[in-house]
């Protein structure tokens, strides 16, 4: 990361003498009355000739210099300002001190506090709903589907905090709280603590940047109604390709019942060796296709073991797809994005391997600035044995045929802290004998500063 650059002393006592003579110059031109018409206000002002400027003896010289490289820490700051010094200050032994990452500014550290409110009224036409998600609306009538505080901070030159704390009915719920480095060389990056792996595309994303109310169900099918996440540490790469290639990779623990579903969910299973963490990859690429149309496309793995038995692992394979048109031409808000995922999971279990997948398919108009459309395609198999027969899925006994989901929602924003959302669903699930339906108006409302999405 660069650092501002420092001024030359000597350069700067030129022209701050240069200054100070034609502002003399001026001076006594303008003390006897005078006729001339002034300079037109277009014209450019005249630099006082470099031969104009009065010699300065070594000793103005030297305290000139003496007075630019005074140690900007030392001027007077507020009672108990304690945010760090100028870049390109010095300490009183003429050292200077380690500079600030372009991700400090204004020299003080403010906490970034927001909350987000989500909640919706839902209708359902089965008693027993299957929506896996944890934000879900899982029940007929109001849905409190989230109450999320955001805090984020610049902690000092080298880490940012973010946190996201979850307030439901029923208690509070540390979602993600990491720290990050801000000034790592060659394009790296590192974070630490419990996060959202970047598994994909929705895994890593929160409730308010969901363009439809609920989850699509492969997500909590495969990694649980929280989805993907868990303590660990994650580095990326920026890669020095002539195109955006970024790398990513995390080790984190393979618990959680809603979390980790695939791995060692909700087992008294403890990490005895490296093979017991749950390993994520992912490779995500941008390609500008023109001026109006962008495609990032990622492919993703992880790994982990399951507790199905003594060194059972799961693997779990990905590729999502985010094309995004937007006229930059136009003075709207308008849109159209497509969006894209399809998971693959390969599970040990007890003398077999099982393997099913999913995914979805979603696209969202937004033909006006307060107005948006969408449509969106869910589907899953059931879990097969090598052998191509339906298993009996220790995680899902039920699912003992293909499911399908659409969902169409229509959007309203009456600013952009707030918005309405009105969807219904129609799911066909193979097990059932009718299909399901559901239908729900969600509201949500933003309050505090909170970031822009990710792309």
């Not at 989500?118 to 589907?145: C, I, R, Y």
């Amino acid at each position: 990361m660069s650092s501002l650059p420092r001024r030359n002393p000597r350069a700067l006592a030129v022209v701050l003498a240069a200054q100070l003579s034609a502002t003399a110059a001026w001076a006594q031109q303008s003390s006897p009355p005078s006729t001339a018409s002034p300079p037109p206000a277009e014209a450019p002002a005249q630099a006082a000739p470099a031969e104009d400027a009065p010699a300065l003896s070594p000793e103005e010289m030297e305290e000139i210099e003496k007075a630019l490289g005074t140690d900007t820490s030392t001027r007077a700051r507020p009672s108990g300002d304690t945010s760090p010094a100028s870049p390109t200050a010095t300490n009183d032994s003429g050292v200077t001190p380690l500079k600030l990452p372009n991700a400090i500014s204004g020299g003080t550290n403010f906490l970034n506090l927001s909350f987000i409110l989500d909640m919706a009224l839902a209708a359902f036409s089965s008693k027993e709903p299957l929506q896996g998600g944890a934000h879900d609306p899982t029940q007929n009538g109001f849905n409190l589907q989230q109450l999320e505080l955001s805090i984020g901070s610049v902690v000092d030159p080298y880490f940012r905090f973010d946190s996201n704390l979850v307030f439901s009915q029923f208690g509070v719920e540390i979602e993600e709280a990491y720290v990050t480095t801000l000034d790592l060389p060659a394009n790296l990056q590192v974070r630490a603590g419990q996060f959202l792996t970047r598994f994909g595309r929705i895994n890593s994303t929160h409730p308010h940047a969901w363009d439809f109310v609920d989850q699509p169900f492969v997500m909590s099918r495969f990694f649980g109604a929280e989805g993907n996440r868990g303590l660990g540490v994650e580095g990326s790469w920026l890669t020095p390709l002539p195109w955006y290639v970024e790398v990513v990779g995390s080790a984190t623990d393979a618990k959680g019942e809603a979390t980790a579903r695939s791995f060692f969910g909700g087992s008294d299973e403890r990490v005895l060796s490296p093979l017991d963490f749950q390993l994520t990859g992912a490779l995500k690429q941008f390609f500008p296709l023109s001026d109006d149309l962008s495609l990032l496309w990622g492919l993703s793995a992880a790994t982990g073991p399951n507790a199905t038995g003594y060194r059972n692992h799961t693997s779990i394979y990905g590729t999502d797809v985010y094309l995004k048109f937007r006229p930059i031409t136009s003075q709207s808000a308008q849109q159209l994005v497509l969006q894209a995922e399809v998971l693959y999971r390969r599970r040990q279990a007890p003398e077999d391997v099982l393997s099913d997948w999913g995914g979805y398919a979603q696209t969202v108009w937004r033909f006006s600035n307060r107005w948006a459309t969408g449509v969106r395609y869910e589907f899953g198999t059931a879990a097969k044995t090598q052998e191509g027969r339906v298993a009996n899925d220790p995680l899902d006994p039920e699912w003992i045929s293909d499911r399908q989901r659409i969902t169409a929602e229509v959007t309203f924003w009456p600013t952009e802290f707030s918005r309405l959302r009105l969807q219904a669903a129609t799911d066909r699930v193979g097990w059932r004998e009718s299909p399901d339906y559901s239908a729900f108006l969600a509201l949500e409302v933003v309050t505090g500063a909170h970031g822009a999405h990710a792309f």
